[in-house]
């Protein structure tokens, strides 16, 4: 395999996906010295346009640099390649004269990686490196890109806490998340004590009534005189609706290409804080959405999760080398550690936070959930605690 | 000057308002060995009921603490008292045996210290200690809490155009800020090169136009593929309306205690969605408000910000000695230096952003407020230039 290798980042960037992509690179010329690596422009589209960067040549400290940085340098998309897409993708690669295409991302990208590898018959090698802010791939205790945006959301809510002890009222931060609530949950991480926010945590997996959560608002106020909510932008009502839909008229509702109803943008906060001025009128309330900080904010960054997705980069390369498949981040009770496991396995399925995560009928973390955050995010910033 | 201090921190909370707190009440404690120490809570309504902590006895390892942590710690108030307001304050004070009362705010804190001094006779010591992330106090280069602010605006918009390098689409952030666009500008102090966001800036000191602003994104789409924009809060169109009011049904326009308009909340951002998903329909495009982040997220404290902000609360205590006044942070060419000015030199005043930051006739900063920026906000983080 001194041949060439491509390499596409995919779906939405992350702080440290740019670590794998040069984890890899930097691997492959290592082990592979003469190889030609390509970094395909834009995911599959620069396969498809035949559009890439030559990894080969370029100074390994611009690479570095470049693995520093947040969001995919190369480029990503959201195309979700069908056969007949993936017929022009395998195409692509064969004009590139590729002997192995590694594709970071979630689990579409693990879906595509699966197709691929089915149409070409074990003539290349075909290897997906995790990457997803949401975390929910299977096989995987956690995923590349989650810890860094778990930092920021976790220092989000505790800075957004310590705001609203002194000017009191209720906040809700919507976080990115369509099906699974690692990322929303991560808002409970850095707890002061018990009287500090997140005091109610909203994920996918459990239904969301609004008459409920105006209760528990108003349940929080009375005790704690403030009441800090994290939200995940997927949650859904008890008909598997997503909240959106619930609160937003049928008209005003936008749909994705897909047909999915489109979580971002301000329909939800606005609906929130109709909610809340309904059922808690005069009270201060403030609903935001952390918007796309969480997934890139430069100042975010976790070593930890940026030596793990190098590491998945250079590990993806030994994959290449046994015929392909998945790499997974799992732990073996002490640390993490990269195991190749099938593609099948990861592609196209959806890791759900487990539900011992949460207290039984409460929206706050249980003490599973709490132990699996602090151990993913420990504590990074000293703080005092307030007079107030 | 042996007996007693109040001090008090007033209006929206900031990253390093507590280290003038810190720094007021530790050099208290150096140069008035003895002096009681009274942090009011929640700002002069402690002073009305009588609530203190008494930071006369804290250890100091804990004061420092508190110190580096963001918000207000001693809670923080909205209330703008009034003269009758004002002589309940000069009570509780008398009351409390008070020497000196130490305020740490914006403009209408100082106005608060004034019309005190005026009401008092002499008889007391009313400081005014700056903190303000809109960075609009007459007599100051620039305001504690500001470059902190201004450090999470510059990364915000750094990252999110990395964010949009890799998916293409329009991105609006909207900045805290009344009257003044420093902040809001600081979005652009960090940009990679000609061809990074923010490639639009929107001020409060400028008349916004609707049509005017879906022609600039129209015009930044053709030339860089992507639209990044920062918009103020607080900007106007030409009859003098905050934009809030021009785009948002009479009806539904929330206003606070003082008749203002209510700028947070999702009402802006879903009007700039509307108004761009109907002047350029069918592009991808993402409003989100900043919120809160800006004026405390724990991982954007700048240590010279913090630096300043302890200074400013131990140079108070000298201004407290010499009778009163206001804390000014003042430029002299080289460095940052304290100075005392008179309260009504700042109180009720409102410093704009001047005219020549911005470049004449296009929405973006000009040599001169990039200088300004480059000066407070310099390069933090190292990042590589992306392949797109």
């Not at 002061?192 to 996918?204: A, K, R």
Request: hydrophobic share 40%; charged share 25%; aromatic share 6%.
């Amino acid at each position: 395999m001194s041949g060439t290798f491509v390499i596409a980042q995919g779906g939405g960037p992350t702080a440290v996906i740019n670590q794998t992509m040069v984890g890899a690179a930097l691997e492959i010329r290592k082990r592979h010295p003469g190889a030609k690596v390509l970094g395909s422009i834009h995911g599959v589209r620069g396969i498809r346009d035949g559009n890439y960067a030559d990894l080969s040549s370029i100074p390994e400290d611009r690479l570095r640099l470049i693995a520093a940085t947040p969001s995919a340098a190369l480029g990503s998309t959201r195309d979700k390649p069908d056969a007949a897409y993936c017929e022009i993708i395998l195409n692509g690669l064969k004009k590139a004269g590729a002997d192995a295409f590694i594709y970071i991302g979630g689990n579409d990208t693990s879906g595509t990686q699966q197709i691929l590898t089915d149409a070409a018959g074990g003539k290349m090698a075909f290897v997906h490196a995790p990457k997803t802010i949401d975390n929910d791939l299977e096989e995987n205790d956690h995923t590349p890109g989650f810890i860094s945006a778990a930092e920021f959301v976790a220092g989000a809510f505790l800075s957004v806490d310590l705001d609203f002890r002194a000017l009191p009222g209720i906040y809700v931060g919507i976080v990115m998340g369509r099906h699974a609530g690692f990322l929303t949950a991560a808002a409970a991480a850095w707890q002061l004590d018990p009287d500090s926010g997140p005091h109610l945590v909203y994920v996918p997996e459990r239904p969301f009534s609004a008459a409920a959560f105006i209760d528990d608002v108003r349940a929080t106020l009375d005790r704690h005189k403030r009441c800090i909510v994290a939200v995940s932008e997927g949650v859904s009502t008890a008909d598997g609706k997503a909240l959106v839909e619930s609160l937003v008229p049928p008209e005003k509702l936008e749909r994705d290409a897909h047909g999915n109803v489109k979580l971002s943008g301000s329909d939800l906060p606005a609906a929130l804080e109709r909610a809340l001025a309904e059922g808690l009128p005069g009270k201060r309330a403030r609903v935001d959405a952390l918007g796309y900080m969480p997934r890139g904010y430069v100042g975010a960054i976790s070593a930890v999760d940026a030596q793990e997705a190098f590491d998945a980069g250079a590990f993806a390369v030994k994959v290449a080398e046994e015929g392909g498949g998945s790499v997974a981040l799992q732990y073996d009770g002490k640390k993490t550690v990269l195991k190749k496991v099938p593609l099948k396995n990861v592609a196209g399925k959806t890791r759900h936070m487990p539900d011992d995560f949460m207290k039984p009928g409460v929206n706050q973390l249980s003490e599973a959930g709490m132990t699996y955050l602090r151990r993913l995010v420990p504590e990074k910033y000293k703080v005092g605690k307030p007079f107030v």
